[in-house]
């Protein structure tokens, strides 16, 4: 029990280590867009993230006594399973990574980490259209969340930036990308991440030799950047992630990952200067209450509480 404590305490530390992380990888992608388009960033942290995955991947097959291979499967039908899957999750953060670069151009990044973890909300929205029902504290994060996106992005002028819209876009990509990840992750295991990044990597360099001017000397110029999105955002962040939520009960981990929107304003602040108005952070709080309140399972801490008064008595 000792043990299982410390393990737990270490999956807390190492999901605080990857929300941080990803808060700072909002300046990585806006600082690259100095240099790259939208388009070159997304391809190039992609296909990083990919070749740091891909060790990841044949080592996790030694440790669990597989031969390592490139799909980790000899399978015929177990291989068209890993392929249709990181297919089908490539494209999906293919369009969620790539309108959120695009959106993060004409954006703060402490308003794109907030609008961001919106996905948290969204889930359960596309899962009503699918027959799920949404628990009460569900839509009361709706509400909120909704309340919060008026004060960030419309108050004033009633009028949404270009910029907050597309990265509201984004995070509808990102909740489908969650719900695609959760129906394939379990036979597939870590190579969704490795081949969702290929996919996403090929299609968003491909795209953007037709439609941006690339050039060696920009890209060496946001190399930096690049190296902080694709290897530790993508690479380590998701890695640390993987590992840390075997350890940490599965409605506890999204809480925690919703510090990444804290930490994107936090950088944003003290990296770029940015300032919001007092509204605009009280539509961050709303936002975020909103997150974390459409994650917490009421019945299953009412239950719990119902077992701990029967114990005592």
Known sequence: MKKSKSYQFLGIFLLIVTSLIWGGAFIAQSDAMDHIGPLTMNGSRSL???????PVCLISDKIHGKKPTLLGTSEPNQKKTVLLGGLLCGIAITFASGIQQIGIKYTTVGKAGFLTTLYVVFVPLIELIFGKRIKWNGWLGVALAMIGMFCICIYESFSINVGDLLIIISALFFAI???????YVATVGIRLSFLQFIVCGLVCLSCG???????????????????YAG?????VGYTLQIIAQKWVAPNIAPLIMCLESVFALMFGSM???????????????????????AQIDFSSLLGKKERTNLNDN
């Open 48 to 54: 990083l993230a990919a070749i740091f995955l891909l």
């Open 177 to 183: 990308h969650i719900l695609i990840v959760d129906k």
């Open 209 to 227: 030799f037709i439609f941006e001017e690339i050039s060696w000397q920009a890209i060496v110029q946001a190399m930096s950047s690049i190296l």
């Open 231 to 235: 290897v530790l955002s993508a690479g």
């Open 271 to 293: 990296l770029h200067h940015e300032r919001m108005t007092v509204v605009e952070y009280v539509g961050c709080a709303l936002v975020f209450v909103a997150i974390v309140l």
